[in-house]
Structure formats: C-alpha cells, structure tokens
C-alpha cells in the first residue's frame, strides 16, 4: 500500500538553529513528490516539486533533496515566521491520479 | 493571474442536513481536485474532475458527490451530513492530470457538524 510518513511530528527551534525534516514514502513508482507549508486553518502553499533520486531544489532558506525512499527539507538559520506545518505528498506512477499526504511536521521556530 | 478560491469559509451544519462547497480554478487549469484534511491530519484525497467526468475517487462513501462546469470551477455536494464529516474542504488546480503538474490549493472551507 502507498504510504507517506513524516517526521519528527513536531520541531521547536531557537530562531537561527538550522535543522531538517524527513518524508519517507513507500509507493510502486514515484510519478512526483511534493511539499507544502500550511498555516492554521489555511490551505496548502506550494513550495517544491522533486521528480528523482538526487534532484535538489531551494527556495530562500528552504532546500528540499530526493532520495529513492526519501526526501529531506533542510531549514538553514529559521526565522520564526517559517514556524508553520509542512507537508509531504507523493503522486503514485499507478492507480489514480491523487496525493496521497503525510500527516506533516509541525514546526515552531522561537526568537 | 488569479489562484484558487472557495467558498464560503466557514459554515455550520447540522447532522442530516446537505452542504455545498465551491472552488474555482486557477487560471489556465483544467483538473480539480478535492481533499478533506481533519484536524491535525494530512489532506485525504476526495475526487478528481476532469473536463467534467469524475476522474478518480478515494475512499469516501457515495454521499460525497461532485460536478466540474464548463469553465472548470467546481462543487463538492455532501448528503446526510454526519459529525465526522467536520474539517477543512480543499480544492486544489492543476493542468493536465496525465502530466505531473503541481497541484495549488485554495484556502479551504472550514465545515462544522453539530
């Protein structure tokens, strides 16, 4: 069965103190994997998409990597406006064309 | 270019009653799909509409239903309301379906069940 997991559930971090959170998934074939950053009660804000092993992507101090069961989100020096949930999601090469997510880290970076 | 909007925010409902949701697409895109995310949960698939014929379903029963228009916007209709059904609706856009394109997201509506 097609599966994502996240960890850790939850992160607090001093404002600086870099660190990163890791969304291991078990599919048939990886047609994509994405992540998302969700503030409370808003909906998922599009970040990074990876489609293979050793592909890397960044974005200010977010850099997300891909391994073939893996994919880590590197946060370098956190303010604490990056204090948010984060979700992983992979879309299956079978079945249907869904997302199927993580249960997401949630992430509170302190001053 | 606009993104996806919802609507309404916020409702409550009470168990039995009908509800339904709206969201219009991203500019561009022609693929909805709709996700019910509980508290402190990630988003479970719902459907998917293409060119208005449902496209793929998850593991909802029958009384979550759907209708994409012309213009791509999009409803999801729930019957029979029940208390679990209390969460976030997301809508989220995308291109062709068969391609990898990303999948936006709107803000959400939040369905209380009482």
């Known amino acids: 069965e097609d599966q994502v997991t996240q960890s850790p559930e939850a992160l607090r971090l001093q404002e600086g103190e870099s660190s990163s959170l890791n969304c291991s998934y078990t599919?048939?074939?990886?047609?994509?994997l994405f992540w998302y950053r969700q503030d409370p009660g808003k909906g998922p804000e599009f970040l990074f998409t990876l489609y293979s092993a050793g592909e890397e992507k960044e974005k200010e101090r977010l850099k997300a990597t891909l391994t073939k069961k893996e994919s880590f989100l590197h946060i370098t020096a956190p303010k604490p406006e990056d204090s948010a949930t984060y979700l992983c999601a992979v879309r299956p090469t079978s079945g249907t064309y869904k997302y199927i997510f993580g249960t997401g880290t949630r992430l509170k970076v302190l001053a | 270019e606009t993104g996806v909007t919802q609507s309404p925010t916020h409702l409550i409902k009470t168990r039995g009653q009908q509800v339904t949701l709206r969201c219009s697409s991203q500019?561009?895109?022609?693929?909805v799909s709709w996700y019910q995310q509980a508290l402190g949960q990630g988003p479970q698939f719902i459907f998917q509409y293409y060119r208005e014929e449902e496209n793929g379903r998850g593991n909802f029963p029958p009384r979550f239903s759907g209708l994409q228009f012309p213009n791509y916007s999009s409803e999801l209709n729930v019957n029979a309301l029940e208390l679990d059904d209390s969460a976030l609706y997301l809508c989220?856009?995308?291109?062709?379906?068969?391609?990898?394109?990303?999948?936006?997201f709107g803000p959400g509506t939040r369905l209380t069940v009482l």
């Open positions: 599919v048939s074939g990886l047609r994509g």
């Open positions: 500019s561009g895109h022609n693929t």
């Open positions: 989220a856009s995308s291109g062709e379906y068969t391609s990898t394109d990303t999948q936006y």
